[in-house]
Each structure stands twice: as structure tokens, then as C-alpha cells.
């Protein structure tokens, strides 16, 4: 059983106390490799091998940072096939997904930062016949970045790159139920001359080694994506000690779609922002509300298309969905189905396990899901589900879906679907959503700001944002 190293001072590595933790493939259930399952010990070893390293590295030119990122970004599209075959065993996705998105786009995050940073500038603030101002960024030093299991090199590299790019020497935990691209871009990294210390991968669970980070006092900022509830436990441990936040964290996003919308396109649309990834992108739509005139027309189509999606084992090239990422999170998907018929709603496609053949029997398999009939406030239109299930809700006025969509505490994303351009703007004005897609979902330039509002989390990722949240500011006034 082949097992998985840390990546601490530029060296693969065991874990300190020598012990390991089941990784399973979710497509066959069954465990095929082995984690580290890291303590503060290891946590230590790899805060010291940052220090050390960022003495060097944070006062290098931004060119030879560039070009070690560069090299990165290239490596990852030699090995694209081995990493996306290995993400989509490690995760569940099918095949295709991870090697057309997931992989490219991790690559891409290297190289979008990697040219980012030899653009970022600093601001000067002239005070007519008084002072001039001049801001200057600065890299923090040691910093944190932990993230999910749902895109995980993809959401890895979008945190990394950006620190790395920066100036900062990095601490990095992925998540324990998909390490195995994490594990890969260690040898990348090794490959491409990255100097011993700069970037360290941890792996192991949340409340040992995410704790461990969360509690460094040598870590200066963190970069988190993951549950709503572990980003407030980690922000109650981190803000005291006056680390920089960055907090990606749940959502529960409407589309709002309006009976004067392009219907073929809406609707082809609305079968991915529901079941891409098995719905496990924290940017699916998963409260589809449908204006009263098409209501019935849209929920047949839309439930005539989703039963013919084929469930199938990732590799398979016709798959639509894939497994999902966990025995455990198979069955919280479960008890919100039961929860949703407690509650009232009419499953009208999915509400079920599927079950393949052969080597795939023990797989985490789920039919993509539909209920109707649910009150807008019932936990099931409440709470994050994260899995292949959607509820549709008919809607009659403007200020209705809004006061539906926006009566949930989480706030990332939003789709509109109308021609009518005055309503599109007046209602992705008024839609309580870090990030709003009008006609369209998912279409994603890494340089706009990327994070939620209310309970989704607190700060933005992307472009300079990320660069910003990454340094530390400094102003000289200089009399003239
Ligand atoms: P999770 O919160 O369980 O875990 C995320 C990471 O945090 C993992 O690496 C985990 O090991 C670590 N962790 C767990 N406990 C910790 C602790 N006490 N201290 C420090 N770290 C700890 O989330 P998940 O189940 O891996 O991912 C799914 C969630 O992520 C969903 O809620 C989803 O909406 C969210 N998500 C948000 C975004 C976004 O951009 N807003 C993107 C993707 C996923």
C-alpha cells in the first residue's frame, strides 16, 4: 500500500510518530493508500524549515519567484493525465472533470500568479505642496493555508500560488480525504528547484494539524477554505493571536430564474450548476427558484434530463456524475433526503443510493436529486447539503424571490436568468451574494474578487486580492 509523505524542507517524509491513516477511493470504496497522520510535531518541524527558508526567499526579486512558479505551472502540465487520473480517484469526479477542469485550472492558479506579481504595484498618495505618500507590500513571513476536499488541487494551488507569489513561505494542510494531488505537487515542486522550506505540505487530520496551524505562533496569516463551522472555530483560535483571515466557507445559492430567460440555455445550465462535481462545488446552485408562467414547463424538462444522467464509475468517459467523496458525507446526503420528505417535499427524481457493479459495488454512488413542494424556510432550503440535490420553488414577484433567496445565512454566489437587463442589474444589486452570475454560471476570471458575504465567509480571494491579503502594507509620508 503505497504510502504518502510530508513535504518539509523541501525532503518527502514520514510523519514523526510513524502513523498513517486509511485513504479510501470513493468510486470503489475500498482503501487504497495511506495518509501521515501528522501532530503539532510535525507542524513544528515544517513552521522551522518556513522561517528559515523566507529569510531568503521574501528578499529575492519577484522575477526568480516568477520563474521557480513558472516551472511549477509547467510541471503540472506535463503530468496533467497522472494528476487528473489521480484526483479522480482520490475524490470520486469523474475523469474528464478533473482533466479538463480541475488540473488545468491548478496549473493555471501558478501561472496566473506566478505573472500577477510582476505586475502588482505599489500606491503613492500625493498631498499638493505638503507630502508625498508611498505604500510599500511586503510579505508576511510564515503563512497558513488549509483546504477542502471537493476541488483539491484546484482550491490547494488558488491559496498557495498567491503566497508564494508574494513573498511568504507556506504551511500547507490539504484535506485528509483528498491528498493525493497535494502529495504529487510536493514531488512537483522538488522537480522544479523549489528551495528547501518555501512551501511545506502537512498532512493529517483538521483537529491535529489544522489546529496546530491555527495555533502557531509563528504563522502569521491564514488561508482557509472549508465548513462554515470549522472556519469559526479556527477564526476563535487565530484572531486573538492577531493573524490575518481569510475565511472560505459555505453556501446555499439560489438561481433565480425568470420566465422571460433563454430556456434551453437555462436549462442546460441549471443541470450543472446542480450536479457538476456531484454537486459538491460550493458554488452550485442548489435553491432553484423558477418564475410562476414556466414553472411547470421548466421543473418536466429540467426532471425529463436530469433522470437520464448517467451515474457512473469516474473513469468512465460518459459519466455525469461520478462517486461522492465519503461514506459519511453518502450518508449526511442521505438524511436530507429523509429530512426533506419529513419536511414535506415530493422527490421527483434521485432521493437515492446507486448501486454499480464489480469492482465499483462498495462505491459512494448518488442519483442527482429533485424535490418540490418545500417551504422556503424548512432546513432542508436552509442548510448546506453539499451533494447532488436541489429543491425548485415557483416564484411570482421580484420582491419575493429576493426575500426567498436572500433568507438563508450564507451568501457566496447567485445566478439570474432573465433578458430583461434593468430587472438583471436591480436584482443582482439587491442578491445577497459575494459573486453573482448573470445567463451563465461558473465562467471564472481569476483576477475579480472571489468570496461570500454573511456566513460564507469573511474576505476575498483572486487577482490582487489575494496579493494584498498575502502582504503587509506600509506607508512613508515624506514632507516636501
Ligand atoms: P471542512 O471544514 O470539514 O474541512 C476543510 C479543511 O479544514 C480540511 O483540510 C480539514 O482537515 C480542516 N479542518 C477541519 N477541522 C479543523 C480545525 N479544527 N482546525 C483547522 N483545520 C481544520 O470542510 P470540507 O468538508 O473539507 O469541505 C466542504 C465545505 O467547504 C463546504 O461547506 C463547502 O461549501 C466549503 N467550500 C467553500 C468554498 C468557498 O470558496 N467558499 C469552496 C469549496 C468548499
Avoid at 517524509?13 to 495511506?34: C, F, H, M, Q, R
Avoid at 437520464?308 to 461522492?324: I, T, Y
Avoid at 459519511?328 to 427524481?349: D, N, R, W
Wanted: charged share 20%.
Amino acid at each position: 500500500m503505497h504510502k504518502i509523505q510530508n513535504y518539509i524542507n523541501g525532503k518527502l517524509i514520514a510523519p514523526v510518530g510513524g502513523e498513517y491513516l486509511d485513504n479510501i477511493e470513493p468510486g470503489t470504496g475500498k482503501v487504497y493508500s495511506l495518509i501521515p497522520d501528522s501532530t503539532e510535531q510535525d507542524i513544528a518541524l515544517a513552521v522551522s524549515a518556513a522561517k528559515n527558508a523566507f529569510e531568503s526567499w521574501g528578499g529575492k526579486p519577484k522575477e526568480y519567484r516568477s520563474q521557480i512558479m513558472m516551472r511549477v505551472a509547467s510541471l503540472i502540465e506535463e503530468r496533467l493525465p497522472e494528476l487528473a487520473a489521480a484526483e479522480s480517484r482520490d475524490n470520486g469526479k469523474p475523469l474528464k472533470l478533473a482533466t479538463h477542469v480541475d488540473i488545468p485550472r491548478a496549473r493555471d492558479n501558478f501561472h496566473f500568479f506566478a505573472t500577477g506579481i510582476l505586475h502588482y504595484a505599489s500606491e503613492s498618495h500625493e498631498m499638493e505642496g505638503l507630502a508625498i505618500n508611498y505604500t510599500t507590500r511586503h510579505p508576511l513571513g510564515v503563512v497558513g493555508c488549509i483546504s477542502p476536499w471537493n476541488l483539491p488541487l484546484y482550491l490547494f494551488t488558488w491559496k498557495i500560488a498567491p503566497a508564494l507569489a508574494a513573498g511568504n513561505c507556506v504551511v500547507a494542510k490539504p484535506s485528509e480525504v483528498t491528498p493525493y494531488t497535494a502529495y504529487l505537487l510536493s514531488q512537483i515542486c522538488i522537480d522544479a528547484g523549489m528551495p528547501a522550506g518555501v512551501l511545506n505540505i502537512v498532512h493529517g487530520l483538521g483537529h491535529k494539524v489544522g489546529e496546530a496551524i491555527s495555533q502557531s505562533n509563528d504563522i502569521k496569516a491564514i488561508s482557509f477554505t472549508g465548513g462554515t463551522a470549522t472556519g469559526a472555530h479556527i477564526a476563535s483560535v487565530a484572531a486573538p493571536k492577531f493573524k490575518k483571515l481569510s475565511l472560505e466557507l459555505g453556501g446555499k445559492n439560489p438561481n433565480i430564474i425568470f420566465a422571460d430567460c433563454d430556456f434551453e440555455d437555462t436549462l442546460k445550465t441549471t443541470i450543472l450548476s446542480s450536479f457538476a462535481n456531484q454537486g459538491q462545488i460550493c458554488l452550485c446552485g442548489s435553491r432553484i427558484f423558477i418564475e410562476r408562467p414556466i414553472y411547470e414547463k421548466f421543473r418536466d424538462a429540467f426532471v425529463e434530463k436530469v433522470r437520464k444522467m448517467k451515474v457512473s464509475n469516474p473513469e468512465d468517459p460518459d459519466a455525469k456524475l461520478g462517486a461522492v467523496v465519503s461514506k459519511p458525507h453518502m450518508e449526511k446526503v442521505l438524511s436530507y433526503v429523509e429530512l426533506a420528505k419529513e419536511e414535506g417535499g415530493t422527490i421527483l427524481t434521485g432521493g437515492h443510493r446507486v448501486l454499480l457493479d464489480g469492482e465499483y459495488a462498495e462505491g459512494f454512488y448518488l442519483a442527482p436529486t429533485i424535490i418540490e413542494g418545500l417551504a422556503y424556510t424548512c432546513r432542508t432550503n436552509q442548510e448546506e447539503i453539499f451533494g447532488p440535490v436541489v429543491t425548485i420553488t415557483p416564484f411570482d414577484t421580484e420582491e419575493e424571490v429576493l426575500m426567498m433567496a436572500n433568507s438563508v445565512e450564507y451568501g457566496l454566489a447567485a445566478t439570474i436568468w432573465t433578458q430583461d437587463l434593468k430587472r438583471a442589474h436591480r436584482v443582482a444589486g439587491k442578491v445577497e451574494a459575494g459573486i453573482v452570475w448573470i445567463n451563465c454560471w461558473l465562467v471564472r476570471d481569476l483576477r475579480t474578487p472571489f468570496g461570500g458575504m454573511k456566513n460564507s465567509g469573511v474576505g476575498r480571494e483572486g487577482g490582487f486580492e489575494a496579493l494584498k491579503f498575502f502582504t503587509e502594507a506600509k506607508n512613508v509620508c515624506i514632507k516636501f
